[in-house]
């Protein structure tokens, strides 16, 4: 594991760049290996997860590359083989493969993901999901086990008992090459879902209702791609630059940006008393002062993102009054309040409810990262704070955040990664 170490206090300023969507890219992976001919993605993240993700291709015998945000995978030469455990461990959305192989061969065994522990995120819609397509499912000794007796998979009416980003994507890649229609109700609306329909219609498939919550599927015999696929900008990343910006910033744009995607989010800030320049792909945050409390809930898109509710938590203790954070999907994802409170913030957690009161300094520290919205939190208190902050399992933060220490450094802040060894990582 990496140390994040940094040394706070100061403004930063300046502009950045969003990378493409992690929650669009760890879905686009698995679904690159339903093609019959090898595929190009564009704006790939340089994350950890990535990384993972091509440690898992590469069991299946299917080649990637990856070089300055342009990702290859060629499944042309793919075989069906146990898939690495500490991969599939290290990140929850390697379930996707669970959809991806039984769309492809008919049949998947997978091992539980792992990823960031913020509460029970069980899969039981996606079981769902996989039987109503034809398929049997078991679970035994910590890994699951999809079969289909060598039958084809058939459409099917599928109702989402809740909405659910995962269970919807899983379903779509096992129903693409179905026989007959498919039909998802109470689907996840999210953008990445979106960019993940996009990626598999530009290779011959037939779905339709992307961002509504029906999505119809015409499964088809073969993908095959024949253009380079552009994934989308990170809506999450963008969102924890602006609160960055609104936090310690004194004048930061953020480029690259889909402002319809944080419609939620940057009506907060304007709420919390954020000035926000809005342009058709970039957003400018000049210094932000005379803030005050706001109530925050969070809700499946288009409503506030779970992801984006520990980022903003920093920008709330500069706000007169107290504000409430109520987290309607992962109640329990609080990691981040008991570390910002060993640096002197005013946070405290009641009956699920996040409650931040005014902080009027914060001091360095010795954190730790639980999850990766919760290191992005701690991340920007260590800006914040006067001295050092180290910030322990910065693996966590590089699983999902683009670059981020050169992202940094380019709107002055002193910050590096340690490695246990004491060897800096640039």
Excluded: C, W
């Excluded at 300055?68 to 455990?85: F, H, K, Q, R, Y």
């Excluded at 995962?166 to 990445?192: D, S, Y």
């Amino acid at each position: 594991m990496k140390k994040m170490v940094i040394r706070g206090g100061q403004q930063l300023s300046g502009e950045v760049t969003i990378g493409g969507a992690k929650n669009s890219t760890v879905a686009l992976i698995p679904a690159a290996i339903l093609a019959d001919t090898p595929v190009r993605l564009d704006s790939v993240p340089d994350i950890l997860d990535v990384h993972n993700l091509m440690i898992i291709l590469e069991s299946m015998n299917v080649h990637s590359t990856f070089k300055d945000g342009v990702m290859e995978i060629d499944p042309t030469n793919i075989i069906e083989s146990a898939l690495p455990s500490r991969a599939i461990k290290s990140l929850r959305a390697s379930y996707y493969f669970m959809g991806a192989l039984l769309g492809k061969f008919k049949r998947a065994t997978v091992s539980f993901p792992g990823g960031d522990n913020i509460g029970p995120r069980p899969i039981d819609q996606h079981i769902k999901g996989f039987k109503a397509l034809g398929a049997t499912v078991n679970e035994q000794n910590d890994s699951v086990y999809i079969t289909t007796d060598n039958r084809e998979l058939h459409g099917a009416h599928i109702f989402l008992d809740v909405v659910s980003v995962g269970a919807t994507i899983n379903v779509i890649l096992a129903a693409v090459k179905a026989n007959g229609q498919t039909i998802i109700e109470n689907a996840a609306r999210e953008p990445e879902i979106i960019d993940l329909v996009t990626f598999l219609n530009s290779m011959g498939a037939k779905i339709r209702g992307a961002g509504t919550d029906v999505i119809r599927i015409d499964g088809v015999d073969s993908l095959r791609a024949s253009a380079t696929h552009t994934i989308i900008p990170d809506r999450i990343e963008a969102g924890t630059y602006l609160s960055l910006a609104a936090s310690v910033g004194n004048g930061i744009q953020i480029n690259n940006i889909i402002p319809e995607h944080l419609e939620s989010f940057n009506s907060k800030l304007i709420e919390l008393g954020v000035d926000l320049d809005v342009g058709e792909d970039s957003i400018y945050v000049p210094e932000a002062n005379n803030l005050h409390a706001i109530e925050i809930k969070t809700n499946p898109f288009p409503g506030f993102a779970t992801d984006l509710q520990q980022p903003i938590t920093p920008a709330l203790m500069k706000a007169q009054g107290s504000s409430v954070i109520v987290d309607t999907i992962y109640p329990k994802r609080v990691k981040h309040i008991s570390q910002l409170q060993k640096m002197g913030a005013n946070v405290r957690v009641e009956n699920d409810i996040i409650i931040v009161a005014h902080t009027e300094q914060l001091h360095g520290a010795n954190v730790e990262a639980g999850e990766i919205r919760a290191g992005a939190a701690l991340m920007i208190a260590g800006l914040m704070a006067s001295g050092t902050t180290v910030i322990f399992k910065a693996d966590n933060i590089l699983r999902g955040y683009d670059r981020i220490v050169h992202k940094l450094q380019q709107l002055g802040a002193d910050i590096e990664i340690v490695s246990d060894e004491e060897e800096k990582v640039k």
